[in-house]
């Protein structure tokens, strides 16, 4: 009876263990699983998925890894935002020279347009294409600012700059019949030529 009895309890206690492992398996196949769907949406472009979590804190490594995996999809997720909002600052920033560019060249399909116009518009036209390619090389610069805080400096005159910039936009003041009397000092500043343009253009 004592030989049965410690069979019998051998027996349950292999059963009671099984099933304990049997569980925890299915437990974790279960989370492993919500980590697999999870990281499949992301794959496909969504970075606001999250795996779900039932803790305050985290006990196991599988809360860890939970924990930690979300924080690595809203890193994701930022950086996704920041790269849609770079995409849509640079489509704008390029549409202002393109918009000269185009402006100009639809005047100069004017056939009446005198020898000093034609010049004048050839001219500015040229100078918005420098534009265009000095804001490509901007937006890289940018880049680079933000990484390393470098900036180049330079003497220039800044009312030249403006009236410059007032210039190369001639078209749309003309089209708006807005009427503009610039009457600038003359001022020289040391600073980056170029993103200050940036900025008189915007």
């Given at each position: 009876?004592?030989?049965?009895?410690?069979?019998?309890?051998?027996?349950?206690?292999?059963?009671?263990?099984?099933?304990?492992?049997?569980?925890?398996g299915?437990?974790?196949?279960?989370?492993?699983?919500?980590?697999?769907?999870?990281?499949?949406?992301?794959?496909?472009?969504?970075?606001?998925?999250?795996?779900p979590?039932?803790?305050?804190?985290?006990?196991?490594?599988?809360?860890?890894?939970?924990?930690?995996?979300?924080?690595?999809?809203?890193?994701?997720?930022?950086?996704?935002?920041?790269?849609?909002?770079?995409v849509?600052?640079?489509?704008?920033?390029?549409?202002?020279?393109?918009?000269?560019?185009?402006?100009?060249?639809?005047?100069?399909?004017?056939?009446?347009?005198?020898?000093?116009?034609?010049?004048?518009?050839?001219?500015l036209?040229?100078?918005a294409i420098?534009?265009?390619?000095?804001?490509?090389?901007?937006i890289?610069?940018?880049?680079?600012?933000?990484?390393?805080?470098?900036?180049?400096?330079?003497?220039f005159?800044?009312?030249?700059?403006?009236r410059?910039?007032?210039?190369?936009?001639?078209?749309?003041?003309?089209?708006?019949?807005?009427?503009?009397?610039?009457?600038?000092?003359?001022?020289?500043?040391?600073?980056?030529?170029?993103?200050?343009?940036?900025?008189?253009?915007?």
């Amino acid at each position: 009876i004592a030989l049965l009895g410690a069979l019998y309890l051998l027996f349950s206690c292999s059963i009671s263990t099984a099933l304990i492992y049997f569980v925890k398996g299915r437990v974790y196949h279960n989370k492993i699983k919500v980590f697999y769907d999870t990281a499949s949406k992301v794959a496909k472009g969504d970075f606001n998925v999250r795996v779900p979590v039932f803790f305050d804190k985290p006990k196991s490594e599988m809360d860890y890894l939970a924990v930690n995996f979300n924080k690595m999809l809203t890193e994701i997720s930022s950086l996704e935002n920041m790269r849609n909002n770079f995409v849509a600052d640079v489509s704008h920033e390029i549409k202002t020279p393109l918009s000269v560019i185009q402006g100009y060249a639809d005047l100069l399909q004017n056939q009446d347009l005198s020898v000093e116009k034609r010049s004048e518009y050839t001219f500015l036209l040229s100078e918005a294409i420098t534009s265009l390619t000095n804001l490509v090389t901007n937006i890289l610069k940018l880049n680079k600012i933000e990484n390393q805080g470098i900036i180049q400096k330079e003497k220039f005159s800044l009312d030249e700059q403006i009236r410059y910039c007032i210039l190369s936009f001639e078209d749309k003041i003309e089209e708006k019949n807005i009427e503009l009397n610039v009457d600038l000092d003359d001022v020289t500043v040391k600073s980056d030529r170029a993103l200050l343009e940036i900025v008189w253009n915007n």
